[in-house]
């Protein structure tokens, strides 16, 4: 199980998001497209958009950080299920704000 305590001062708590669902970080939605192993590692893609309308689709494994649109990152904890086509997957990610 992932921790909620961080990875630096104001970094938020572990939020799971199932796949096929989207979290919202402030002006920023992120979709889980996809979620599961892809040749043994722990990646997900993730669509991510903008109130504004900016949008990016990215293919992040466990550690990644990835651009909120001004809204700091998200990084991805966790990756789970995936390993069948009719495993329920989800992401573990966090908050991080702007530096």
């Not at 630096?8 to 708590?13: F, I, T, Y």
């Not at 799971?16 to 989207?22: C, G, N, P």
């Not at 900016?54 to 494994?61: E, L, S």
């Not at 649109?69 to 329920?88: D, I, N, Y």
Request: no cysteine; aromatic share 2%; glycine share 16%.
């Amino acid at each position: 199980m992932a921790d909620d305590t961080g990875t630096g001062p104001g970094a938020g708590p572990v939020v799971r998001v199932r796949q096929s669902a989207q979290a919202r970080f402030g002006a920023t939605r992120v979709g889980v497209m996809v979620a599961g192993p892809r040749d043994g590692v722990p990646t997900a893609r993730l669509l991510v958009r903008s109130d504004d309308g900016r949008r990016a689709t990215v293919d992040a494994v466990v550690g990644d950080r990835v651009d909120l649109f001004g809204e700091g990152a998200l990084e991805l904890v966790g990756v789970e299920g995936g390993r069948t086509p009719k495993e329920q997957s989800a992401v573990t990610v966090r908050q991080v704000p702007a530096a």
